[in-house]
């Protein structure tokens, strides 16, 4: 089927730094991505989604980066803290042509952040 | 009410246990979802639900039975599963074709 992102990375970071989460999808159809933050025993929250007609969009500390040409999506989380330590996914809706969303996930990046 | 919620929060049950996980939203959204996650992998989605009407079910063993009785329930009926079912159930909802989804906490579910 189809298959979003790469094995589970995990990323190490100081607190104060600046993140950057990739992933990497294989649908050229799809037409609208998201990034989730999934914290230990929780369900994902929404963090911020982009439309393939757009490259970059900002939200509060973060950023999606979207590089339709090489199918590559990634996240940017400025002065990273503490409480950003958590999985995050990314999703893909490869079909937009229905009256609700069937995302697909990627496999995630955990985030650990160190004081 | 900007919240999905989803009861119980943990559940253990027998291979010969019959059990139901509920899932519930005020939003007004449309569409909900039941997912399933196993530990360190991605949701999988296990069914779709557009306007109260089954429209995705990716192949989902009959031992699980979906069932949507108005818009803002969602049930998962749960019958004869196996010790491999064992997982974190997630239900989600969302309004339209963007927008993403609102998740809700999940059931973690134990078969033993």
């Known amino acids: 089927g189809e298959s979003v992102g790469l094995h589970l990375p995990t990323l190490s970071v100081q607190e104060g730094d600046n993140s950057i989460i990739n992933c990497a999808y294989s649908?050229?159809?799809?037409?609208?991505f998201i990034w989730y933050k999934q914290e230990s025993g929780k369900g994902p929250q929404f963090i911020i989604d982009i439309r393939s007609n757009m490259d970059k969009r900002q939200g509060q500390r973060v950023t999606v980066l979207l590089n339709k040409t090489v199918k590559h999506l990634s996240l940017q989380i400025a002065a990273t803290q503490p409480g950003d330590s958590a999985v995050y996914f990314c999703?893909?809706?490869?079909?937009?042509?229905?009256?609700?969303?069937?995302?697909?996930f990627g496999t995630g990046t955990r985030l650990l952040v160190s004081p | 009410d900007t919240e999905v919620t989803q009861t119980p929060k943990h559940l253990v049950m027998g291979m010969t246990n019959k059990k139901s996980l509920k899932c519930e939203q005020h939003m007004g959204h449309r569409a909900m979802y039941w997912y399933k996650q196993k530990a360190k992998k991605p949701p999988e989605l296990m069914f779709v639900?557009?306007?109260?009407?089954?429209?995705i079910n990716e192949s989902v063993p009959s031992r699980f039975s979906p069932e949507c009785p108005n818009s803002s329930l969602l049930n998962l009926h749960l019958h004869a599963l196996q010790p491999e079912d064992s997982a974190l159930y997630l239900c989600?909802?969302?309004?339209?074709?963007?927008?993403?989804?609102?998740f809700g906490s999940g059931t973690r579910l134990t078969v033993v």
């Open positions: 639900y557009s306007y109260e009407k089954l429209s």
């Open positions: 649908n050229s159809a799809s037409d609208y």
């Open positions: 999703a893909e809706n490869p079909d937009m042509n229905t009256g609700f969303q069937k995302l697909v």
């Open positions: 989600a909802s969302s309004y339209d074709r963007i927008g993403g989804y609102t």
